[in-house]
């Protein structure tokens, strides 16, 4: 049987056989999530390296990849967060938001102008129409930057003296389950 070690600086896993051959193990879903071999179970090496490190069982805890970088499994990149605080680190937009490829940001075609929506405690929320998606993704970084508190790279201040064009005032949208964002 090989012995699994763990390395949570590195954020890595790798195996040492019987005849003294290590291995690195593990395999990249196309999401960039690691996955490794734990008994019979196939396990995200985020929840492996945190869960080694720290002693305890995750349970239905989250594991936050803080840079948004699923691949990057080091202990310090690692976070214990709630669904709310994983879904606002999230750095790439929905599948379902395939006109533009920006978080936050879909092309309103009717109008030929770009919409910029934030998601806040579960509901969505309008921040305007804008001419360039640079201006409507400056807006989305604008709002995330004041509503989503526990995402450090919302935290970064929006380029000054940038001219977001119309809108870019947080208003309520009339369906809250849209999947903008």
Known sequence: MAKLIIDPVEGTATRVFKNGAVRNVGYTDPDGYVFIRVGASMVGLHRVVWEHHHGETL???????????????????????????????????????????????????????YRACIAVNSRNFHLGYFDTIEQAALAYAEGARKHHLHNPHAMKKAPAGEDRGQGGEIKETTTKNESSV
């Open 59 to 113: 349970g239905d805890r989250l594991v936050d990849h803080e840079d948004g970088n699923p691949s990057n499994n080091k202990i310090a990149n690692l976070r214990v967060a709630t669904y709310k605080i994983n879904a606002e680190n999230r750095h790439r937009p929905q599948t379902n938001n395939v006109t533009t490829g920006v978080k936050g940001v879909s092309l309103d075609r009717r109008r030929g102008k």
